[in-house]
Antibody
């Protein structure tokens, strides 16, 4: 059974930092492209960024150097380091996996999400 | 940057009715890189259709995707109670991924 479980969310003040983790099982993590997606209250899904197998990263423009995605293939775990957080970073953050073998770029598996609240 | 516009924003239908959801891209995209998801509140989003028309594993055949170029469609032939949700289109690009704004399918 495939599982993706996010952790590390919570309440943080504007300007603060937070690191999210996504622990996975049930698929070959090292071969997957891993993605973070977020959903602000009352809004739709918004892509944050991804890390390919091998470590290349891409980010949404609004991240503007504030977030860093990394992975530990030995631990089957994905990370999102978020710095200089703003009020509008408040959202549920989902991790998702694009595993090879089907199409191109689709997110095959998703976690349940973790809430990050940025507020003073 | 490609923009995906979904319509309608919300559609109200009864179980048993059909639904047609549209997603329009601001420029022509490869069908191979076009995806649909279903999302219910408090749950993980679920992959429905990839490559514009291929159903993901375990997805019922009442869901079908079609389209090419700039216009793509997700059709639900007969709505079941569990199909009431928000549906998102998504396009993959070499440097980023873009989601549409979503279409909410609600019970009439």
């Amino acid at each position: 059974e495939v599982q993706l479980v996010e952790s590390g969310g919570g309440l943080v003040k504007p300007g603060g930092s937070l690191r999210l983790s996504c622990t996975t099982s049930g698929f070959t993590f090292s071969g997957a492209w891993m993605t973070w997606v977020r959903q602000a209250p009352g809004r739709g899904l918004e892509w944050v960024g991804r890390i390919k197998s091998g470590g290349t990263t891409n980010y949404a423009a609004y991240v503007n150097g504030r977030f860093t995605i990394s992975r530990d293939d030995a631990k089957d775990t994905l990370y999102l380091q978020m710095n200089s957080l703003k009020d509008d970073d408040t959202a549920v953050y989902f991790c998702a996996a694009d595993v090879p073998g089907r199409g191109v770029g689709e997110l095959d598996y998703w976690g349940q999400g973790i809430l990050v609240t940025v507020s003073s | 940057e490609i923009v995906l516009t979904q319509s309608p924003g919300t559609v109200s239908l009864s179980p048993g009715e059909g639904a047609t959801l549209s997603c329009r891209a601001s420029q022509s995209v490869s069908s191979s890189y076009f995806t649909w998801y279903q999302h219910k509140p408090g749950q993980a989003p679920r992959l429905l259709v990839y490559g514009a028309s291929s159903r993901a594993t375990g997805i019922p055949d009442r869901f079908s995707g079609s389209g090419s170029g700039t216009d793509f469609t997700l059709t639900i032939s007969r709505l079941e109670p569990e199909d009431f949700a928000v549906y998102y289109c998504q396009i993959y690009d070499i440097s980023q991924v873009t989601f549409g704004g979503g279409t909410k399918v609600e019970i009439k």
